[in-house]
Each structure stands twice: as C-alpha cells, then as structure tokens.
C-alpha cells in the first residue's frame, strides 16, 4: 500500500485579521520526504509553518496535518542568557503532552535524554544552552521535537550562522530522520541548499511552484518567487542564480 501523506495541502490561504498572507498552496509530504519551503522575508514562510501546526486556521482550501508536529525555532530568537541546561531544552517537549498542573518526571527526562542521545548530545545533556553552538543548540532543538513525539518536524532556518561542518552535521540529522520515516520542512533562503532536498515549495504570498528542485527551481521561478531582485553571475554550467542576501 502507498504511504499516506503527512501533510496534504490544497488551494490553502491563511493569514491575519481577514487578510490572507499566502494563497492557492497545494502540496503534500510523504513520511520520509524533505521538503525545502523557499522565498523572501515577508513572502510567508512564517505563516505557513503557523498554519501547519494549528495557529492559524485556514482561511481558504483545506489543510490537513496527519501527525504531531516539532517545531524547531531559529537559535538566534531564543533566550540563551535564561540558565537552562540542554536537558532542560529538550524536556521541554513533553510539556505540549503533559496536563497543565504535571511538570515533566523522571519518564520525561530520560525520554528527552534519550532524544539528546539520538542528536549526538548525550555527554552534553548537562551544559548550559546558551553556551552551545549554534550548531549544538539546533541539535538540541531537534531533540526536543523528538520528544514531542514528532513524525513532522518543522524547522526555522536552522542552518543561520552555522559554519561549514555544523551545517554539513545538520544535514545529515535531517537526512537520517526523514530515514526513519519522518516527514521535514526546512524554511530556507539558502537556494542552493534547497536544491538538495527532495521537494521544494517557493512562496511569495503565493504559492510559485511545487516539486523536484530540478525539475522547477529555474530562472523563471526564481524571479517569481524573490522579484527583481535575482543576481546572475557566471558558474561552471554557465550561470549561478543567486537570491539576494537576507538580514535577520
């Protein structure tokens, strides 16, 4: 039997206080798929990933999210002067499970211990967050979504700052969890980086195109999805199409 989509989206428009900040979105995401969400600042990305899990309610077409969804949030818009350690961090994701009056147990702790393990932290658990890489610490937001149970985890940029080596790690968690049967979406400005993933949505208020970044992410698409703001310089296979660089 086929496996059914995680996600499965069509005709969707969502936004705030009556106006619709993205339009005519249909896609959907197997267990097991990565899938790039590429596009400007502004061009809703956020709202999007809002709608996905449960903020923001559809304001057109249908939305339909088959699994518990992990957030990982940007790094860089998190507390890290607020002295928590990285166990910490990732018990926190049993906090959406708990009833209100339950702080995490010991069950909680060793889940979300065990979640560090699976990341490559576990001799880390016990440092303090803020003072972990940016790498490191997207690490631990990852397991902290693991705890949440996740088959859908939804992750914000999570490559901003990172050098080399800790985004080269990253993507190889992310490759090795979609191995294991869950469904990825990575909101990017990176093209590049989304061309190696196995779908890619470009949003710019509105949907621009789905599908294999081969096969869609060309010129036209690009100066759909970013304006006239596309820079061409000469590459090896005649030209590298670049987005603008992006400030946060």
């Given at each position: 039997m086929p496996a059914e989509p995680l996600i499965e989206a069509a005709g969707l428009g969502a936004g705030y206080d009556g106006t619709l900040a993205i339009s005519d979105v249909s896609f959907s995401?197997?267990?097991?798929?990565?899938?790039?969400?590429?596009?400007?600042?502004?061009?809703?990305?956020?709202?999007?990933?809002?709608?996905?899990?449960?903020?923001?309610?559809?304001?057109?077409?249908?939305?339909?999210?088959?699994?518990?969804?992990?957030?990982v949030p940007q790094t860089e818009r998190s507390r890290l002067d607020y002295p928590v350690s990285a166990l910490d961090v990732a018990t926190m994701g049993t906090l959406s499970r708990l009833p209100w009056w339950r702080r995490p147990g010991r069950r909680d702790r060793e889940a979300a211990a065990r979640a560090l393990e699976r990341v490559g932290l576990g001799a880390l658990a016990g440092e303090?967050?803020?003072?972990?890489?940016?790498?490191?610490r997207q690490r631990v937001l990852i397991a902290r979504g693991l705890v949440q149970e996740a088959r859908i985890l939804l992750l914000d940029e999570p490559f901003t700052g990172l050098d080399r080596p800790s985004a080269q790690g990253l993507e190889d968690l992310i490759a090795e969890l979609a191995g294991e049967g869950r469904a990825v979406v990575i909101a990017t400005h990176d093209l590049e980086q989304a061309r190696h993933w196995d779908l890619v949505l470009c949003l710019n208020k509105r949907q621009v195109t789905f599908g294999d970044p081969a096969q869609v992410l060309d010129l036209a698409v690009l100066e759909a999805t970013y304006g006239g703001a596309i820079v061409e310089i000469p590459g090896s296979d005649g030209k590298c199409i670049l987005p603008p660089h992006h400030h946060h």
């Open positions: 995401l197997l267990p097991g798929q990565r899938l790039a969400l590429l596009g400007p600042n502004g061009g809703g990305k956020t709202t999007l990933l809002r709608a996905l899990i449960g903020e923001l309610r559809p304001a057109a077409g249908t939305l339909g999210v088959n699994a518990r969804c992990g957030t303090t967050f803020g003072k972990l890489s940016g790498g490191q």
